[in-house]
């Protein structure tokens, strides 16, 4: 797989894995041995950038991930997450340095390594000014405990603060074909500041791949059970953005997903999807979008092809919404 470099330095497969649906967020956690055999099949495949968090358990999708991971740790880049209290998303923010501090001590251990490749803040505190929360990383960087800082779902003055005192490697936040919010101010902020980006939920937490329908029964504990998006009415009223995203695809004798993730890698050099998935067949298919070449013409067919259509439902149900683009 062809690689992409995050910021000046980081350089990383085009497609990295989100590993939180192996531990979080989607139903129950994926059978350890079974998990470990994908985490281990995307790097035999190319990729070389994981992505978790403290928070995606709490804990154990980092423990899973450092012992997927550690035949070959010197060859991948690991990225995990700070900013909640306990790990816990529930118990609310917490990035007081102090905090930060423990954090990566605990994730180091957990990891099984003794440097975080890429440490985000996973969503911003407006109780702790960032210019901390960038110090106390900038302090890590310093003690050799981690190589990079990033920030996740944050807003472009947040950015901006925060790459005044330790540069930003990468921003992580939502973004696809189903969600464009970051074209309006972050990408153009991104691109002046020579910050890369990471897009999650590339596949619009699974929407895009034409594998849900407004009668689709997702476990009790799947968190899409409360995003607006995911109600029976608004996954029957999108279903014609899927719908044009299947034929574009049948043109390019590629799968919806594909052309959802060779779209961001069109956009710019700078971008690197994490689609995440359970499934070695998910995974070769979103392996393989890094093949697909889309055309200027291509492009334009696309946007052409959406611009009439309006995704219904919000993104996060207004709590979670209440974090982001802070």
């Not at 059978?31 to 978790?52: K, W, Y």
Request: charged share 25%; glycine share 10%; proline share 6%.
């Amino acid at each position: 797989m062809q690689k992409r470099k995050l910021g000046n330095s980081l350089e990383v497969s085009a497609l990295g894995l989100g590993c939180m649906g192996l531990s979080f967020g989607y139903g129950p956690a994926t059978d350890r041995p079974q998990a470990i055999t994908l985490i281990r099949s995307a790097f035999e495949r190319g990729v070389t950038f994981f992505d978790t968090a403290e928070a995606y358990g709490p804990f154990t999708n980092e423990e899973l991930l450092g012992e997927a991971l550690a035949p070959f740790r010197e060859r991948v880049v690991i990225a995990t997450k700070f900013g909640f209290e306990s790990g816990k998303v529930e118990a609310g923010l917490n990035s007081k340095p102090a905090h930060i501090k423990e954090v990566a001590e605990a994730a180091l251990k957990r990891l099984k390594t003794n440097v975080i490749d890429l440490f985000y803040q996973h969503r911003v505190d407006p109780e702790v000014p960032i210019e901390d929360v960038a110090g106390a990383v900038k302090d890590l960087i310093r003690q050799g405990k981690v190589r990079h800082f990033g920030l996740s779902e944050a807003g472009v003055q947040t950015i901006r603060r925060a790459h005044a005192v330790q540069p930003v490697t990468a921003v992580q936040s939502e973004y696809s074909l189903w969600w464009r919010e970051p074209e309006k101010e972050v990408l153009p902020a991104l691109e002046e500041l020579g910050i890369g980006f990471v897009p999650f939920s590339p596949l619009g937490k699974g929407f895009l791949t034409g594998g849900i329908s407004e009668n689709t029964k997702f476990d009790s504990t799947d968190f899409r059970n409360i995003v607006p998006r995911f109600t029976a009415e608004a996954r029957k009223a999108n279903q014609a953005l899927v719908g044009r995203l299947g034929d574009i695809a049948a043109r390019k004798h590629a799968t919806p997903a594909q052309i959802a993730l060779a779209w961001l890698l069109a956009k710019k050099p700078w971008i690197v999807p994490i689609p995440g998935t359970t499934k070695l067949t998910r995974l070769e298919e979103n392996v393989g979008a890094a093949g697909v070449e889309l055309t200027p013409d291509d492009l334009r067919d696309i946007e052409s092809a959406l611009s009439g259509i309006t995704v219904q439902g919000d993104r996060y149900p207004a709590h979670l919404q209440a974090r982001v683009g802070r």
